[in-house]
């Protein structure tokens, strides 16, 4: 975090901040689940599933995102084992210098 410059965490904060404050709402009140941020815009059929399959689809989410943290998490301890970020390089033969 010590190499990013002040402006581009400021840059990152307000980002964020926008984000929260103008865009990631329930604007208009009729939100069927948290997180459910459509506000009537955008469907894609989610009305035409049963609330089983609905509840489905979200846990299969949910779990989708729980790998990904996991996945996150594996490459910064594999930095952190050895200082090389792109592991995928190295397997490949070209590692990438880093620090």
């Known amino acids: 975090l010590e190499v990013v410059p002040a402006a581009g965490l400021a840059q990152i904060f307000a980002f964020v901040g926008f984000l929260e404050l103008a865009v990631m709402k329930d604007v208009t009140g009729d939100s069927e689940f948290p997180g ?3 506000n009537g815009a955008l469907d894609f059929g989610w009305d035409t599933f049963s609330p089983e399959e609905q ?15 996991m996945g ?18 190295s ?9």
């Not at 509840?55 to 943290?69: C, F, Y």
């Not at 996150?72 to 390089?89: G, Q, S």
């Not at 397997?91 to 620090?99: A, E, H």
């Open 91 to 99: 397997l490949l033969g070209s590692p990438v210098p880093f620090n």
């Open 36 to 38: 459910d941020f459509r």
């Open 55 to 69: 509840e489905s689809k979200r846990a299969i989410e949910l779990n989708n995102g729980r790998a990904a943290q």
């Open 72 to 89: 996150i998490l594996a490459l910064m301890v594999h930095e952190k084992l050895d200082n090389n970020p792109y592991i995928i390089n």
